[in-house]
């Protein structure tokens, strides 16, 4: 019996230019392959527009359900960017100007020699009671509320932001993986690989096609957090493909002699 530790993640990713194609996300991937390095499962991915309600009802939704919600977008200085009055919706706080975030900004804005506009200043707003999420790239702050990270929608913000809350994060067994090269197709190893799957629940299989000139093949890749579960259903496909190719020989073999 497995012992592993399992912690669970969901995304936010906000904005009307995501679900217009207009701008192509590169966050979600990125913060996938980090979670799962870290051992935290990325369950669930939701896109919003910048919507206050639809915001508020994914935030409320997801935030109840997973241990930690990482959100993407809608933290900038212009008129659509409405992120931090939505999550301070869903808290029920204020959302106020952050004293701290205001002369991190200030500074900056001054060393540039550039004016530190009403509309700059937006980038200092966060709900009450919310905790900084430091930001080497362009010093606007992120923000922690509850288990929800709020973090920039620009790539390289978004990545440095990340960078600096991973450390803070609690994690579980990390998953390990096992992938075995199969010579046949889904239609050939569907049934005898969901017999498998049934006989080894600590794992997850997966099967993924390929289509390669004229003939089909498929990755297999077993998941766990155990090795010796992920070893035995391993072994269970290794074993269903030499099966496979026995039949296929001696099948050749018939059609040979007739």
Known sequence: MSHATVVTAAMLAIGDELLSGRTKDKNIGHLADLLTLSGIDLKEVRIVADDEEAIVEALNALRGKYDYVFTSGG???????????????AFGVPC???????????????????????????MARMPRGSVHIANPVS?????????VHVMAGVPQV???????VLPMLRTGTPVLSLAIACPYGEG???????AIQKAHPETSIGSYPRYIGQKFSTEIVVRGRAQAAIDAAGAAVQDMIDVIRQRKDIADNHSAEA
């Open 188 to 194: 050939e190893i569907g049934t005898p690989l969901t």
């Open 139 to 147: 010093t606007a702050p992120g923000f922690i509320i509850g288990n």
């Open 158 to 164: 978004f990545q440095a932001m990340v960078d600096n």
């Open 96 to 122: 106020e100007y952050d004293d701290t975030a205001m002369t991190l900004l200030a500074d900056m804005y001054r060393r540039r020699e550039m004016e530190f506009t009403e509309a700059r200043q937006r």
């Open 75 to 89: 933290i900038g200085p212009t008129h659509d960017d409405i992120t931090a009055d939505a999550i301070a919706k």
